[in-house]
């Protein structure tokens, strides 16, 4: 059992700083991600390696490398879910034009019990995806 008198070092993280999704088909993630849901490109740092800006948070895109060589996950397996919050009205816009887009939607724009408006779908490595909004 940890010592509650020991403060761990982690205690000071304050917020995920980027995430970075490591892909299998980049071309087809930098179009979806560059152009169906049109974030902004902060900076390409190499053909392996791209950034887009969220917010006040990164979402980058990278092929598995210099600290992870990992085998990339097997497709029809989600390796993350994204959560992308919107405000209400937005959910059912965004599905429209990820429909317009020819993305697939999981499923479509659902009041949840929980106070939840969402949307599911999955970008083309197979990650699944929410547009949310609080109701």
Known sequence: MPDPARRSPF????????????????????????????????????????????????????????????????????SLQLAFKVAAAEVDACADELLRQGVVLLSPPTNQSFRHRTLFFRDPDGNLLEVYAEI
């Open 11 to 78: 205690g000071a993280i304050r917020a995920i700083d980027y995430t970075v999704i490591f892909v299998r088909d980049m071309a087809a993630m930098r179009r979806f991600y560059g152009e169906v849901l049109a974030f902004p490109l902060l900076r390409e740092l190499s053909p392996n390696w791209i950034e887009y800006g969220i917010g006040s948070n990164t979402l980058a895109l990278a092929r598995p490398s210099r600290t992870a060589a990992d085998a990339p996950t097997p497709p029809g397996s989600a």
